[in-house]
């Protein structure tokens, strides 16, 4: 069965450094997201994406981060500064079209810890 | 705004137990809510989603139920097994991208 895929599964970093966290959604959907889920919190939406293009955003998706689909098969959040807040599982997900009644497949999730 | 609240947050219950897991929403102009379970330190894994014109969906030993007017879904699960132990979250969808995250019910089942 197809699946989200996410790299590194864990990821620690200096705070100030860049980091790269890096998804496949599942082939021939068009539809790809982010969210975080701190420890303890609820999991929070950060970004949707689409045709190249941002869709929808949240207040928590600040200029600190970006998104890229570089090729045909990967999808990255980019985290410019990373700040101690930013420690957290990232998950990226996939959906076929976008629409209001599709699934939203979840990858594995990213850990970082910034120290 | 819409806020998502999940009850209990923990449960633990012998194995064989039938029980059900609570979500409530406070505005009921949703599209859809989904069901997902999270394994320690692991990705969130669909279980069901339900259309907000729908009623209920089952799968397997689970079955979900929403009620959109009064905002409320649960979660049933039959003849309980120590590997539905699980944290399970649900989520819903308004005319947004965004899934909207409940906190979660932390299940236990024990032999």
């Known amino acids: 069965e197809p699946e989200v895929t996410q790299t590194p599964s864990h990821q620690v970093t200096q705070m100030g450094q860049e980091v790269i966290l890096r998804c496949v959604p599942i082939s021939n959907h068009l539809y790809f997201y982010w969210y975080r889920q701190i420890l303890g919190q609820k999991v929070e939406f950060l970004v949707s994406?689409?045709?190249?293009?941002?869709?929808?955003k949240s207040e928590i998706f600040d200029d600190q981060f970006s998104v890229e689909r570089p090729d045909g098969s990967n999808f990255t959040l980019k985290i410019r500064s990373t700040k101690l807040e930013d420690s957290a599982m990232y998950f990226c997900?996939?959906?076929?079209?976008?629409?209001?009644?599709?699934?939203?497949?979840f990858g594995p999730g990213t850990r970082l810890l910034v120290l | 705004k819409q806020e998502v609240t999940q009850i209990p947050a923990a449960l633990s219950v012998p194995e064989g137990e039938n029980l059900v897991l609570n979500c409530s929403f406070t505005d009921s102009a949703i599209y859809n809510l989904q069901w997902f379970r999270q394994d320690p330190g692991k990705g969130l894994t669909s279980l069901l989603l339900?259309?907000?014109?729908?009623r209920e969906q089952t799968s397997g030993r689970l079955n979900a139920s929403l009620d959109k007017s009064s905002g409320r879904s649960t979660l049933y699960i039959a003849a309980s097994q120590p590997g539905d132990s699980a944290t399970y979250l649900c989520?819903?969808?308004?005319?947004?991208?965004?899934?909207?995250f409940g906190t979660g019910t932390r299940l236990q089942v024990f032999p």
């Open positions: 339900i259309q907000s014109s729908q």
């Open positions: 997900a996939s959906s076929a079209y976008g629409g209001q009644g599709e699934t939203q497949y």
């Open positions: 989520a819903v969808r308004q005319n947004t991208d965004k899934l909207i």
């Open positions: 994406f689409y045709n190249n293009e941002i869709s929808e």
